[in-house]
């Protein structure tokens, strides 16, 4: 596996493979053929059907100006649901062209290329390895990824969890409408205001977390900056679940960082070994990978065992196997933001089931990651980030 810092990424929404991953790959294209006067870019796949909604020609255009895209919605048989053909021309003449796929959560790759995110730092094939590995030298999930990651990665951390809290605090000060036409309403302030005072009440935990995942994905909605965790669509589980870690319980930003680290390695491996992109996989692989991520970073807040570990994210995984990925309109509005909050909450659940029953579990966390890339790939492609079905094509305005 690659290093963890390819899972989190500092960017605009509302879209990880929509706008991150295509703004990213039109910038390096562009630095590539400094001399060229045109640039044409066909959009093909998911990219092509969604690509309106989520913004995608804007943030093509944003790191290339005036570059003509196109959308291609006929071509099939692409090696990825996210594939764009780049071209840079010079008085009508084409000086190059090339292939590149968004392969999830802002990363590019280059046909036939390899790059810097591509570098090796974990060998182990499984997360059973990854384990075996921490057991043998007696290390925590943090301690064992700081042993193979940059001397500078935690700083990295924090750098990225204060972007996580700064999204979150950004969002639970805003009211209106997000942009898309939609009318979608946002919540979070509302959602934060309402709540009940009643210590330790189940019900004001999970009010409060919900506002927290609305804040950070209404943020993303309205193209706002935001972290990839695992991508944008579902950047907002993550830091609503250790934002109430810290800001309501209490927990020191240092124990926050290394649950970081843990979710992380888990998003890590996911990417790795199946998908964390909706157009390739469904909605299983963002919002059921970032639940995963947070039931395993919540899980090494209270300090739980590696076996419990793996058990709350096996947990988090299984229950969203089948999940899809059907936006409305091509937004990331509905179904999106309540899934976020569902997803916080159904993370807490992974967790303390995990804490009594991790004895007892009969599934592995590498099993249910095979199997949700398998299921995945078996999803219609009608419920894989096209709008094509489901809530996209049933949905008919305000009941």
């Known amino acids: 596996m690659r290093s963890v810092r390819s899972v989190y990424k500092i960017g605009h929404g509302p879209s990880s493979s929509h706008t991150v991953g295509p703004y ?64 840079a021309m010079k008085e009508g003449n ?30 182990e094939k499984t997360f059973t390895a990854i384990l ?9 999930l943090p301690a064992f990824i700081y042993t193979r990651e940059e001397p500078d990665f935690r700083e990295y951390l924090r750098e990225i969890w204060h972007a996580m809290r700064a999204a979150v605090e950004r969002g639970l000060q805003k009211e209106g409408v997000l942009p898309g036409g939609l009318g979608v309403q946002r919540k979070a302030r509302m959602l934060h205001e309402k709540r009940c005072y009643n210590e330790g009440s189940d019900v004001t935990m999970n009010r409060v977390i919900a506002s927290y995942a609305y804040a950070v994905s209404e943020e ?14 579902s950047c907002g589980v993550i830091p609503a679940v250790l934002y109430y870690m810290e800001e309501d319980r209490g927990f020191p930003e240092d124990e926050i960082l290394d649950a970081l680290a843990t979710a992380g390695l888990i998003g890590n491996y996911i990417r790795t070994n199946a998908s964390i992109s909706g157009a390739e996989c ?22 739980m065992n590696l076996d419990q570990i793996e058990y709350a994210a096996e947990i988090a995984m299984e229950h969203h196997l089948g999940l899809t990925c059907d936006p ?39 099993v249910v990651v095979d199997t949700m890339y398998r299921t995945g790939k078996d999803l219609s492609d009608k419920y894989r980030e096209t709008s094509h079905g489901g809530l996209a094509e049933l949905y008919q305005g305000e009941c």
């Not at 299983?284 to 991520?293: D, F, H």
């Not at 409305?328 to 804490?355: D, F, H, K, T, Y």
């Open 220 to 233: 993303n909605a309205s193209e706002e900056i935001v972290v990839t965790a695992p991508t944008c669509g």
């Open 132 to 140: 075996e590995t921490c057991r043998r030298s007696c290390l925590t």
């Open 328 to 366: 409305v309109g091509g937004l990331v509005q509905i179904p999106c933001i309540e899934r976020n909050a569902v997803a916080a909450m159904r993370a807490i659940s992974a967790v303390n089931l995990s804490r009594f029953l991790y004895e007892t579990r009969k599934i592995s966390f590498d």
């Open 94 to 123: 084409t000086l190059g062209q090339i292939r590149a796929f968004s392969v999830g959560g802002g990363s590019v790759r280059f046909e036939g290329e390899e790059n810097s995110e591509e570098r090796e730092l974990y060998p």
């Open 24 to 87: 990213r790959a039109a910038q390096e294209f562009r630095k590539r053929y400094p001399d060229a006067d045109a640039f044409h870019v066909t959009l093909f796949g998911s990219l092509a059907f969604t690509g309106a909604g989520h913004g995608t020609m804007k943030a093509i255009r944003s790191a290339i100006p005036n570059a003509e895209v196109v959308m291609d919605t006929e071509t099939q048989d692409l090696p990825h649901p996210n594939t764009m053909l780049f071209a």
């Open 282 to 303: 469904g909605c299983q692989a963002e919002i059921g990978s970032a639940c995963s991520m947070a039931a395993g970073a919540l899980a090494t807040l209270y300090q």
